[in-house]
């Protein structure tokens, strides 16, 4: 089944612990990006990558890092959260292009974290 | 810079009533419009795209250029259309394409 797969779904952190969120497709997709999702604010992109080893920043980045090293996974990586950063996370990836075969965004389940 | 506008952070409509969902984007190149929909407690899925022209539940939207809209409209609005919407902007070439998304419309569809 081709599905786009993050975890952990739920996590409780605090402040400064260093944590991982993990992304991984099975689609063969060349792009892969993190949105975090708040209240009011909708989707906002943190960071994207158009392939292996290529990865630029999105719209919110601070405090986040990313790496690409294999085209399935794309984790997301908070070296010291903050309470700021408590949020509902989703990566989602697609097929570079345009077009109909193309450009349609396929969606993880959602990783919600909170930090205190 | 390309932007996406959801003007309405929550509208709430009678069963059986119609649904208009807008949204407005700015971008100066050829766009591709996207609307996403997120139900309850549900990943983001896409529910229509405008290259497509489809009909998908019932819902419909519409890529005007000249007001630079992509409103979303379902003539009958039923219970299970409630979830958060989303309008999405997919821009630039191959290489550098980017995605943005307006801040969403929760629809309340009350019985």
């Known amino acids: 089944e081709a599905q786009v797969t993050q975890n952990p779904r739920y996590l409780i952190t605090v402040t400064g612990k260093k944590l991982t969120v993990t992304c991984s497709q099975n689609?063969?997709?060349?792009?892969m990006s993190w949105y975090r999702q708040d209240p009011g604010l909708g989707l906002r992109q943190i960071y994207y990558?158009?392939?292996?080893?290529?990865?630029d920043k999105g719209d919110v980045p601070e405090g986040y890092k990313v790496s690409r090293k294999e085209k399935r996974n794309f984790p997301l990586i908070l070296e010291s959260p903050s309470p700021n950063q408590t949020s509902l996370y989703f990566c989602a990836s697609r097929l570079i292009g345009r077009g109909l075969a193309t450009g349609e965004l396929f969606f993880g389940e959602g990783s919600r974290l909170t930090v205190l | 810079a390309q932007r996406v506008t959801q003007p309405e952070k929550l509208l709430s409509v009678f069963k059986g009533a119609p649904v208009e969902l807008k949204c407005n984007y700015s971008y100066s190149g050829s766009p591709e419009l996207f609307w996403y929909v997120q139900y309850s407690r549900q990943r983001l899925q896409l529910l229509l795209r405008?290259?497509s022209r489809e009909s998908i539940k019932g819902f419909t939207a519409d890529l005007n250029k000249g007001e630079t809209s992509f409103h979303l409209k379902k003539p009958f609005a039923q219970e299970e259309d409630s979830a958060m919407y989303y309008c999405a902007l997919l821009t630039g070439p191959g290489g550098y394409q980017k995605v943005t998304f307006g801040t969403g419309t929760k629809l309340q569809v009350i019985p």
């Open positions: 405008h290259i």
């Open positions: 990558s158009m392939n292996v080893e290529v990865t």
């Open positions: 689609m063969n997709h060349e792009y």
